[in-house]
């Protein structure tokens, strides 16, 4: 062993033992798991592992590291490179770039399918689609089966796809799924099993892979036992952080690729699960020791380094009145005098204001905006902090909500690029060539059916003559089809291109055309971060930049921004100070109606997750008056809120409990009354009815 491996010393006892398991003792050994509570250091100690297993001996390029989102694997592999140079003195990025295979589940199928496709009858150049375009297609053939009518109350594409994609993730029946997550569905059993399987065939045709795909056809490569050796042998090492929200696909590619479990690590917390709602299933991880013989190692921590005790002693005392029982009991050393604080306010607007100027206050104590977040449990409870930030200009980046790419124009400028990349695209194609004027939804159709089928789809689109109306265009298009086609021009060249056909289209669309243009200028600066148009395109279908406050993509970097995020999208982060926005019944836990059990349990591990992300401060909000979005007869409405039943009165003195603004008993009664409205749309209706 090298001798400089101060690092090492920085690790607790367990963690250390984490670190080193199986290290120097030759080939990779048996199987680790590492489960452990919040902050206790699972993805600081899987990083240092990493690295120890790179300083001694084991080759970056052979190391497979999944994590929750590209932002995580990034992170970690510049952690990594940070352990790992202070022994190695390699040069600034090396490790990085060694470290190859870091990504998501998603991410990394994608890439090995495009490596192995030749061997798996899969066009190399597939297009994915994500799960807006998956949704479309879903609906075509939906239209196309006469499964759309209106009356008949057939379940909608967005649902249509949520129940596919259930099915696809947790290898299960489709009648099962049906009568268990979406009884209202049932009755349909018969004409979705008919719509999934024109979907796959569409899919097939088409040359499109939607997300699911990518972990179906990598479990699909595994299940063929030369082709599961050719993958496995491609790697020595296999870290996941995360693995309380992996679904059973994703466990079944994982044990394929170590039937034996040698060299697998997997490190996780089961009480901090909330992705079931995706297929995540946390018997993956409570099964993991046994999936092996002999079974996996298995290393618990229990010192938080995160928060101090009064923080960690609130969210500990929310888990512990969980129905299940989580065998951790976790503890800090960091103590400190402030306890978090549970706040009531009026309603949204006065924990919009409660919340800036915390912000600011904690801004002028020398804590950047950037090490302070908001977190809350569905991205459109945002809205009015967003409304107050803008306000006050002050810069924001918002996490799991709007993605930049979901804006119309960039999404038509990408439809061009992946059309291009795979004219059989018929979504893709459908987008683009109805941009144009005079061509509609039946001359698009044709022309993209004649081009499903041939050998050289471009070339059936090239010498298509002009619809009536649309001949210049038309022309024009065809031109730009045929020079991406053929990539002469490299990239991010190509998107120039593209950019010069599509922006008079988009003037002629959009009346904010200026604003949109600096859009389109940022997808260029982007773009060229890509070496192909193909990793591109690829890699922001899979993981798109969020948006930030002012709409213009990925903020720079040495910029100061307030962190917006969902709950769901916090997961494994940490910030100095953190507000919890909306703490009240009916937003967490968010549906009362329908929960079972279950589903709530779920809902107390999202506040778990989102208290214990704060390390000094933490801001519990409770609206007195709550805004809810219904689709119900009663419309959008205000109701008046209770504080979240996770927090019950038992747990209040563990919390500074606040009034804000600080109010005398008085004036609390003049708090009550909810705006005056009125229906007169109704009224106007009832004036013609008898
Ligand atoms: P989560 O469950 O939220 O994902 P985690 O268990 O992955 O949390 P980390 O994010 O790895 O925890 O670590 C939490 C914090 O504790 C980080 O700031 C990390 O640097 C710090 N930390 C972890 N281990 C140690 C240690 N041995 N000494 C000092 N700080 C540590
Ligand atoms: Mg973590």
Same mark, same amino acid.
């Not at 042998?233 to 309380?244: I, S, T």
């Not at 205000?638 to 563990?654: E, N, T």
């Given at each position: ?19 080193? +398991? ?17 902050? *206790? ?64 589940? +998603? ?20 297009? !994915? ?7 479309? %297609? ?14 008949? /109350? ?24 049906? #009568? ?56 020595? +090492? ?10 059973? %696909?994703?466990?079944?590619? $994982?044990?394929?690729? #170590? ?26 991880? $409570? ?10 190692? =298995? ?28 065998? &951790? ?40 905006? &950037? ?97 009536? /109306?649309?001949?210049?265009?038309? #022309? ?7 020079? %991406? ?34 859009? !389109? ?30 709409? *213009? ?13 969902? !709950? ?19 937003? =967490? ?14 809902? /107390?591990? %999202? ?13 519990? =909000? ?28 038992? $747990? ?15 004036? !609390? ?19 013609? *009815? #008898?």
């Amino acid at each position: 062993m090298l001798a400089n491996l101060a690092y090492l010393d920085k690790l607790n006892p367990e963690q250390r033992r984490a670190v080193e +398991h199986g290290v120097g003792v030759g080939a990779a050994t048996g199987p680790l798991l590492v489960i452990a509570g919040a902050g *206790s250091g699972k993805t600081n100690t899987l990083a240092h592992r990493v690295a120890h297993l790179i300083v001694n001996g084991a080759d970056p390029r052979r190391i497979l590291l999944m994590t929750f989102s590209r932002r995580a694997a990034s992170e970690m592999s510049r952690r990594v490179e940070r352990i790992a140079a202070q022994v190695m003195g390699t040069s600034s990025g090396a490790v990085t770039d060694a470290l190859a295979w870091a990504g998501t589940f +998603h991410g990394i199928g994608a890439r090995l399918l495009r490596e192995h496709s030749s061997q798996i009858g899969l066009d190399p150049a597939f297009t !994915i689609h994500d799960r807006e375009d998956s949704a479309d %297609l879903m609906n075509l053939v939906r239209h196309e089966l006469g499964l759309s009518d209106a009356k008949s /109350r057939f379940p909608t594409k967005g649902t249509c796809l949520a129940i596919y994609s259930r099915v696809v993730n947790a290898q299960g029946d489709l009648d099962e799924v049906l #009568k268990t997550v979406f009884p209202w569905c049932a009755m349909w059993g018969d004409q979705l099993r008919g719509l999934f399987s024109a979907y796959v065939e569409a899919k097939q045709r088409q040359n499109v892979l939607d997300y699911d795909d990518l972990l179906l056809y990598w479990a699909g490569m595994m299940a063929n036992p030369a082709m599961a050796a050719e993958v496995a042998g491609r790697f020595d +090492h296999v870290l996941v952080d995360e693995y309380q929200d992996t679904n059973r %696909l994703q466990s079944s590619v $994982l044990l394929a690729l #170590k039937p034996e479990g040698r060299g697998l690590t997997v490190v996780g917390d089961d009480a901090q699960s909330i992705y079931s709602f995706r297929a995540a299933t946390v018997r993956n991880i $409570l099964d993991f020791p046994v999936a092996f013989t002999p079974p996996a190692d =298995i290393i618990t921590l229990d010192r938080n380094y995160r928060s101090t005790q009064p923080i960690l002693s609130a969210a500990n005392a929310v888990i512990e009145l969980a129905t299940e029982r989580f065998t &951790k009991n976790l503890w800090t050393e960091r103590q400190s005098n402030a306890k978090p604080q549970l706040v009531t306010v009026r309603d949204e607007t006065d924990q919009a204001r409660y919340v800036v100027e915390r912000v600011l206050e904690t801004r002028e104590g020398g804590t950047p905006l &950037k090490s302070q977040a908001v977190l809350f449990r569905t991205s459109s409870h945002s809205g009015p902090l967003e409304i107050e930030l803008t306000r006050r200009n002050i810069p924001f980046v918002k996490f799991g909500g709007l993605k930049f790419l979901d804006a119309a124009h960039i999404k038509d400028l990408l439809a061009l690029l992946r059309w291009a990349e795979n004219p059989r695209d018929r979504v893709a194609g459908f987008r683009v060539l109805q941009l144009l004027p005079g061509v509609g939804p039946a001359s698009s159709g044709k022309v993209l059916e004649a081009m499903l089928d041939a050998p050289d789809p471009l070339r059936v689109f090239v010498d298509t003559p002009p619809p009536p /109306r649309a001949a210049e265009g038309w #022309k024009d298009l065809q031109e730009l089809m045929l020079r %991406l086609g053929q990539r002469q021009a490299g990239w991010p060249v190509e998107l120039g291109y593209a950019r010069h056909w599509y922006e008079p289209l988009m003037e002629h669309t959009y009346e904010d055309a200026l604003v949109r243009q600096a859009d !389109i200028l940022q997808l260029e600066q982007i773009a060229g971060g890509y070496p192909s148009r193909e990793k591109f395109l690829t890699e922001l279908t899979l993981d798109p930049p969020d948006a930030t406050s002012d709409q *213009s993509g990925v903020p720079l970097l040495d910029e100061d921004y307030l962190i917006l995020s969902t !709950i769901h999208s916090a997961k494994g982060q940490e910030w100095k100070a953190v507000h919890v926005l909306n703490v009240v019944d009916g937003c =967490i836990p968010s549906d009362l109606g329908t929960g079972s059990t279950h589903e709530l349990e779920e809902e /107390r591990r %999202l506040l778990y997750v989102a208290m214990t992300r704060a390390r000094d401060d933490l801001h519990v =909000i409770v609206p007195q008056r709550f805004f809810v979005t219904q689709q119900s007869q009663h419309g959008d409405r205000h109701i008046y809120a209770q504080r979240s039943r996770f927090i019950p009165r038992a $747990l209040v003195p563990l919390f500074d409990d606040i009034l804000w603004p600080a109010v005398t008993p008085a004036s !609390i009664t003049g708090i009550a009354p909810a705006p005056v409205r009125i229906d007169i749309s109704a009224q106007m209706r009832g004036m013609w *009815s #008898k």
